[in-house]
């Protein structure tokens, strides 16, 4: 149901055939999704914002075998949970991803089962973020109750900039709270779960302040033991506390200086940002097809075969305008240790700069036999990939690199 409309969506479908199954799409605009056209996937055009009308659609299916329901994007986990639970499906518990997709409600669940969690409060007005940001003791992050990919996330150094922030989100139409929180100014991971057990752990890059848009991960995250027996202690508690243990869940954590983690979010879904296809080049295990197996009452069998590590280095632009000319891919994917490239901004594309996700254009995967190796590769491939912008009025390019 629905998806990402790259990465991911398109493995969940190919992954389903491999397990001798047919996947059917079901989205308000399956023209969005362009890999459905490449795959020739049957959708259906569906209103996915109400469960009644897919739970409904998805009886029609039932008669010719109906195995699972699911979805790659966070924005329809808990309808796709509901459905699944309604027609008697493999699925996670919706009670657990509703809980996961308010972050108010997650923490304070969290935080009442003894997981570590920043100090945080609910806001509602300028005001009460102001006071909760001289509380906490400046920095902090301000961020909205539901969303994901970095939308709307901002560090704020002081209770001014804290107000101001949660002003502006406050002003959007369908926003009523925000979350302050703590900073936690240490290095940032992502512990990668199937069925509550830990899958792996993700070294992860952000881009300037205050943002906190992800511009690179690294798999397996190079920590000492400890480190890794730590974080994902705290990943199997934070599950096993939310309920969420059927199905995948993606947690990111931050270490304190004292090196404790602290849970900043989990989401009731994969990893964006092509993590599983990182896990596979370096471990050879599949998430998706093991998440397809599960939530299709297929038995699930992680299976590795390799001990490489990957690394992952996004193409972020470093400013709005209109793509003149993208060079230097050819360079890119020709590096020793390169496996895969990708570029979405062509001549014409106008590029705007939101502080999100939404700002990477492309990506470059690199693998090798040990975790160092393989991110000075994929930082020399994006280095080497080059935007050429068209400024308005004027016939001359310019060149910016993509590197920070």
Known sequence: MESNTTGTGKDFAESARRH??????????????PYAAELGLDTREVDTCCAATVTAVCRQLMPTGLAGVTSSSEYFMH???????????PGPDPAAVARCRDKATQRQWLASHGVPVPDFAVCQTRVQAHDAAWTMASPVVVKPLRGSGSEG????????????WAEHLLAGDDIDKVLVEREISGPEFSVELVDGEVAGITAKHLGAKPYFVETGHDFPAPVAVHVAERLGSVARDSVHALGLTTGPAHMELRLED??????IEVNPRLAGGLIPRLVRHATGRDLVGEVVAGLSGRPVRPVGTGDRYASIRFLVPPRSGVVRAVTGLDLARELPGVVETSCAATAGTTIHIGHSFADRKGYVIALSGDGETAGKIADRAVAAIAIEYLPPGSDHSADHRTTQ
């Not at 001798?20 to 999704?33: D, F, K």
């Not at 309808?79 to 499906?89: M, P, R």
């Not at 901002?154 to 900039?161: L, N, V």
């Open 153 to 164: 996330v901002r560090a704020c150094a002081d209770p001014y900039t804290a107000a101001s």
């Open 79 to 89: 309808t796709a949970a509901s459905v699944a639970a309604e027609l008697g499906l």
């Open 258 to 263: 004292s090196g404790d983690p602290y849970v």
């Open 20 to 33: 001798g199954l047919r996947p059917v799409l079901l989205a308000r605009s399956p023209a969005r999704y």
